[in-house]
């Protein structure tokens, strides 16, 4: 560790000066392709349905570790206060959540599990805050970037959907479920911005990793409330407007 920290020392001047001068403020839009999931002691990798018709459904564990793709999009406002670093803050509406996997339904007629198949996603709408450093190096005319920073959410709206088949019969599987209505939370995350030479930014894609550091829960999970993580891992390109 000490090492790396000496390394850093001495390679960051090189850095800085090796670079023009790349003070100023940025406006950055994006948007992609988001796999979200869940973590912690109660999270499943399977579950059962409860309930005797599709009015009453219920996974008796939502909580689960399948990845469920999403979206997100959104943007950030970057201060560039050297030629190594910036500090921004932005705003994000990203899909949380998880696949659940339903993979039985208990027949109180048959006093029995039958097979269950289809997919059911828990879908969690976020709207978040986002304040993103950023450590910047470059690559010839280009740059590349590393960040992390804090994040707070704010729940939009959940609900559980898909459809599913019980018993030979297809039903369409929907259930309001509950979820945390803030979660704080922090994020880390690489990218690479390629400068267009003849326009006023950059395009840019990035990988960003983010979890939530308050305990979750689903409303009516049986036998007990079960906690939770999110967890989300996006992939996004942009385009980010400079101002020197």
Not at 9 to 26: E, M, R
């Amino acid at each position: 560790m000490k090492k790396l920290a000496l390394y850093l020392l001495l390679i960051l001047p090189v850095v800085s000066q090796a670079q023009d001068n790349k003070k100023g403020i940025s406006l950055s839009l994006k948007g992609g392709l988001t796999l979200a999931n869940m973590y912690g002691k109660d999270v499943q990798s399977e579950t059962f349905l409860n309930g005797d018709s599709p009015d009453n459904f219920y996974a008796n564990s939502a909580a689960s570790d399948r990845l469920k793709p999403g979206m997100n999009f959104g943007g950030v406002l970057d201060f560039r206060f050297s030629n190594l670093l910036s500090l921004g803050i932005g705003t994000s509406y990203i899909q949380k959540g998880t696949r659940i996997n339903a993979t039985q339904h208990w027949n109180n007629d048959l006093q029995d599990f039958e097979p269950v198949d289809g997919r059911i996603n828990w879908i969690q709408n976020y709207l978040t805050l986002d304040v993103p450093l950023k450590i910047y190096f470059p690559v010839k005319e280009n740059e590349l970037y590393l960040q992390g920073g804090p994040t707070f959410a704010k729940l939009l709206n959940s609900k559980e959907k898909g459809k599913v088949t019980v018993g030979g019969s297809d039903y369409t599987y929907e259930n309001d479920r509950g979820a945390n209505d803030t979660e704080p939370g922090y994020f880390v995350g690489a990218g690479y911005l390629w400068s267009m030479t003849d326009k006023p930014g950059d395009i840019l894609i990035e990988f960003i990793w983010n979890r939530t550091v308050g305990k979750s829960y689903g409303r009516d999970l049986i036998p007990h409330p079960q906690y939770y993580y999110n967890q989300t891992f996006s992939l996004n390109v942009g385009y980010r407007f400079n101002w020197h």
